[in-house]
């Protein structure tokens, strides 16, 4: 089993940033990929961006390309998402999820572990 735990949401103006952290515990040597995805009320779960554990490889959603940045410390066992030019559309609840396939995947429905999720607000 993999435990994922988010941390770092919080409130903040249009524009600012926050970084959001995700430490993971557990069996954490058969994962392979680490995504961010988020739901903001109403809305379904949408991917926001991978990366690689082994490779460090990232992909990110357009929406928050140039905006955003996936990075690993693999000694910390923790994946962050550094959030920068924030606008009121990035509000929701973000969450760390955990992939045990080689092939990086988009779709919530891939991902086999995930965290609680930690909320973001922005506002306008």
């Known amino acids: 089993q993999v435990q994922l735990v988010e941390s770092g949401g919080g409130l903040v103006q249009a524009g600012g940033s926050l970084r959001l952290s995700c430490a993971a515990s557990?069996?954490?040597?058969?994962?392979?990929?680490m995504g961010w995805f988020r739901q903001a009320p109403g809305k379904e779960r949408e991917f926001v961006a991978h990366i690689s554990w082994r490779s460090g490889s990232t992909f990110y959603a357009d929406s928050v390309k140039g905006r955003f940045t996936i990075s690993r410390d693999n000694t910390r066992n923790t994946v962050y998402l550094q959030m920068n030019s924030l606008k009121p559309e990035d509000a929701a609840r973000y969450y760390c999820?955990?992939?045990?396939?080689?092939?990086?995947?988009?779709?919530?429905?891939?991902?086999?572990?995930w965290g609680q999720g930690t909320q973001v607000t922005v506002s306008s």
């Open positions: 557990g069996r954490t040597f058969s994962l392979y990929h």
């Open positions: 999820a955990a992939d045990k396939s080689p092939i990086g995947s988009t779709h919530y429905s891939r991902y086999d572990y």
